[in-house]
């Protein structure tokens, strides 16, 4: 459950960015710099150092979590989204809606993913609503792939039949008998997803398609540090950490979802 | 057999030219003007629209697919906006350095997952198998940029044991593999772990136990066998993966592969190179996943293609 209390942790950050942070994270600061215009390193003033322009690093990496977070959770969301519809509906109707869904996942996972949000990222002028896009575009695919197969078993159940039988329209057997049983794959895949786009986002951002500055980022703070690092080592360190432990603590969280929803799994522990 | 592969053959056919058709109108579609890009700021509209003609860029986006797909089927990815060279020559030319970094970086996912995985499952439940499953999911949630970084800094650039990036020697080779390592050998742990532990409670592990074999030489010789076959579909995988070109590593260390190339292609839209490397990619992936279901029926007996 330490998964859960970062998560929470980090969600705390990102809502109350504003009272925890100690300075303004677009501040620069005379001090900030030494005497000949380098950051400086972790201190009592800046507890964390300061980056190139000599704003707080703290500041910034306090922000930096609700871009981390809206875009784990906006992108994902829409992912998950996307991959639940289509694969309810193809798993459930099968035919030529199945064959058509399962030759396009086939062709969406040969894609090479990265390059293309790259070149989607870069080409389209970076915002964080185009990153969510792009990370979404890529994603929902193995959240379809996953629903699918599961609705595919679901709907030649019995309980599904006997629904059918009773006369309950198509809507009504996907909303109300198929629908619930695919909520805990749901969460499951939905928080191990959010672990995916964060480290996403932030090579997106490392690169300098991502989020724009001055918006910090975790991503963009080691992107702009990057040619200053071996002087700078505090700027890589300590967003690099923050984007570890985020992206940790949702994929710990979604294995213990997973063993708590399924039972069978624990014979591994 | 043949017939299997066959089929397979006429499925990634089938895939490629569905890559190709996608990639195509993608870029197309977006905001994007590579004749003004190569162009320049200050040129007038009369020599952008000169290059836009000379590129064939003027043509309609069909017209302009049709001819690309023709010229792709006798083996032409035609020719580079901004270098000028074969896009066949540019991509042959960074071949070999992505199939080395692959083959390194393969190698430490095997080095650091295989150990670490054997040695959760063995120890399962105790103190040891949770520091390893909590170590194998930190590489696995690591961001590969700053590992790359920090591993630059405290051992090329403090230490002194490494080049600062670039590519050559054995020794270039090794921070950039080990980068690539330590995500990849996260999943491999994982993967062996599960995968052990399920074979170690099966009836002919205990009976190799019960005839008296020492646990070792059961755990090596019978369990390990079985249990480290899903680890070839996970290798088929990554050869695919890293075969694309790992942007983010090799921008890391300055390593002159495949991603490099896609990132400086995608930089000025220069795009017959950035088909070329989805082209190189895709196939990649497919020849992966061939490689992989293909050596698994020599592996395992009970497995067999019709």
Partial sequence: MGGLAVVVAVVVVALFAPYLAPFDPAAQFPDGLTPDGRPLPPGSRFLLGTDLLGRDLLSRMIYGARISLLVGVVANGAALAIGTGLGVLAGYFRGWIGILFMRFTDLMMAFPALILAIALAAILRPSLWIVALVICLVNWVWVARVIYSQTLSLSQKEFVEAARAVGASTSRVLLRHIFPHLWSTMLVWGTLGISTTVLFEASLSFLGVGVRPPTPSWGGIINESQSYFLDAPWLVAFPGVAILLTSLAFNLLGEGLRDAFDPRQVRNL | ?306
Avoid at chain 2, 106 to 121: H, N, R, S
């Fill in chain 2, 1 to 306: 057999m043949i017939r299997y592969l066959a089929g397979r053959f006429a499925q990634s056919c089938l895939v490629l030219f569905g890559v190709t058709l996608l990639t195509f109108f993608l870029l197309f579609i977006l905001p994007a003007d590579p004749a003004r890009m190569i162009a320049g700021r200050s040129a007038t509209i009369e020599t952008v629209n000169r290059i836009r003609a000379e590129l064939g860029l003027d043509r309609p986006v069909p017209l302009q697919y049709l001819q690309y797909v023709a010229r792709l089927v006798r083996g032409d990815l035609g020719r580079s906006y901004a270098q000028k060279i074969e896009v066949r020559d540019l991509l042959l030319s960074r071949l070999a350095a992505t199939a080395y970094l692959m083959v390194a970086g393969i190698g430490f996912e095997l080095l650091l997952g295989i150990p670490a995985g054997v040695l959760a499952a063995l120890r399962r439940g105790s103190t040891a198998d949770r520091l390893i499953m909590v170590g194998a999911f930190a590489g696995v949630s690591a961001p590969q940029f700053a590992v790359g970084l920090l591993l630059l800094y405290v051992l090329a650039f403090r230490w002194g044991l490494f080049p600062l990036g670039g590519y050559g020697s054995f020794a270039h080779v090794i921070l950039p593999a080990f980068t690539l390592g330590i995500a990849g050998g996260g999943w491999y742990a994982r993967m062996i772990r599960s995968s052990l532990v399920d074979v170690l409670d099966q009836d002919y592990v205990r009976t190799a136990r019960g005839k008296g074999l020492p646990r070792g030489k059961v755990v090596l010789k019978h369990a390990l066998r079985n249990a480290l076959l899903p680890i070839v579909s996970m290798v088929g995988l990554d050869i695919g993966t890293f075969m694309g070109g790992v942007v983010v590593v090799e921008s890391v260390f300055g390593w002159p592969g495949i991603g490099q190339l896609a990132w400086q292609a995608i930089q000025i839209v220069d795009i017959p190179v950035i088909m070329g490397v989805v082209i190189v990619s895709a196939l990649a992936i497919m020849a992966g996943n061939l490689l992989a279901d293909l050596i698994y029926p020599f592996l395992d007996p009970r497995i067999r293609y019709e």
